[in-house]
């Protein structure tokens, strides 16, 4: 079982950052893939980012690429998103994500686990 709590959403205005965060618990955090997805008013839940267990490999949707980054670190059992540049549009609830495998996927019904979501708003 693992738990995942999100933090470091807010409000902020077009063209500014924000570092979202997502802590795990449980001692196999490093045997999980996680990844970010993202869900608007209105519209269906999207993938974001994904990184592989040991951050060698990281995916990109093509709206964020260039823009956002993923990372992690097993020792704090945490994984990053820094985003930049940011649109009205990334305006979403973002949700972190385990995925109990060693490659990465984009799909999100192979999502094992699923934090709660931290709000984001970017305001034009």
């Known amino acids: 079982q693992v738990q995942l709590v999100e933090s470091g959403g807010g409000l902020v205005q077009a063209g500014g950052s924000l570092r979202l965060s997502c802590a795990a618990s449980?001692?196999?955090?490093?045997?999980?893939?996680m990844g970010w997805f993202r869900q608007a008013p209105g519209k269906e839940r999207e993938f974001v980012a994904a990184?592989?267990?040991?951050?060698?490999?990281?995916y990109y949707a093509d709206s964020v690429k260039g823009r956002f980054t993923i990372s992690r670190d097993n020792a704090k059992n945490t994984v990053y998103l820094q985003m930049s540049s940011l649109k009205p549009e990334d305006t979403a609830v973002y949700y972190c994500?385990?995925?109990?495998?060693?490659?990465?996927?984009?799909?999100?019904?192979?999502?094992?686990?699923w934090g709660q979501g931290t709000q984001v708003t970017v305001s034009s």
């Open positions: 994500a385990a995925d109990y495998a060693v490659l990465v996927t984009t799909y999100q019904g192979e999502y094992d686990y």
């Open positions: 449980g001692r196999t955090f490093s045997s999980y893939a």
């Open positions: 990184i592989n267990w040991s951050g060698r490999s990281t």
